[in-house]
């Protein structure tokens, strides 16, 4: 049982969900991203399968492509972005999920606020913390900071992408995500 009162469901199966990876920075390559390497180890420990895992700059037309590309792939069900979700010129992450998303999820980003003030204080409000849905495909961006993508998963995802949690889960919804 959560603090919260909400639980884990333990005779409810397992489903696994295909996560991608995309860190957006100017700065970080495979060899220093540790805050996409804390988010892989976070989801294969908890059993989901990495789809696959890119850095990419801050250019939108590259985010948007990338965004795009796995949206549209059947082998993923959720992104995950580190990155880009400041104030400054740079950071568009954000104005990259609202041109490929078809349907904003804006609880996601006012619940991360709500959870990092705890640990950040008003500097919170400096994050842009965001989510939709676009194709089917959950999409998730996060700030690039290792205590904001722990925040975000241990808080958040990990229990949203975990088909026992209940009283529900984004998992549950996959198969609807599409209806017209």
């Known amino acids: 049982m959560e603090a ?3 639980a884990i469901d333990e005779s409810a199966e397992f489903l696994p969900v295909r996560i991608a990876l995309l860190t957006v920075s100017d700065s970080r390559s495979r060899e220093n991203d ?8 976070r989801l294969t420990d908890a059993g989901h399968i990495l789809a696959d895992r890119r850095i990419v700059a801050d250019d939108m037309s590259e985010i948007v492509a990338r965004l795009h590309s796995w949206a549209e792939d059947p082998e993923v ?8 979700t400041g104030v400054t010129g740079r950071d568009i992450t954000p104005e990259a999920l609202e041109r490929v998303g078809e349907k904003p999820i804006p609880g996601f980003g006012e619940l991360f606020r709500w959870l990092s003030y705890e640990t950040i204080g008003t500097s919170t409000i400096q994050s842009r913390a965001c989510a939709c849905v676009a194709s089917g495909t959950y999409i998730f961006a996060l700030p690039g900071s290792n205590g904001a993508v722990k925040d975000g998963w241990d808080k958040i995802l990990s229990s949203q992408l975990d088909s026992r949690h209940r009283p529900c889960n984004f998992v549950e919804l996959m198969p609807r ?3 017209r």
């Open 177 to 179: 995500l599409s209806e």
């Open 34 to 41: 540790s805050s996409g390497d804390i988010l892989e180890q």
């Open 77 to 84: 069900d959720c992104v995950i972005c580190t990155g880009g």
């Open 4 to 6: 919260s009162g909400l």
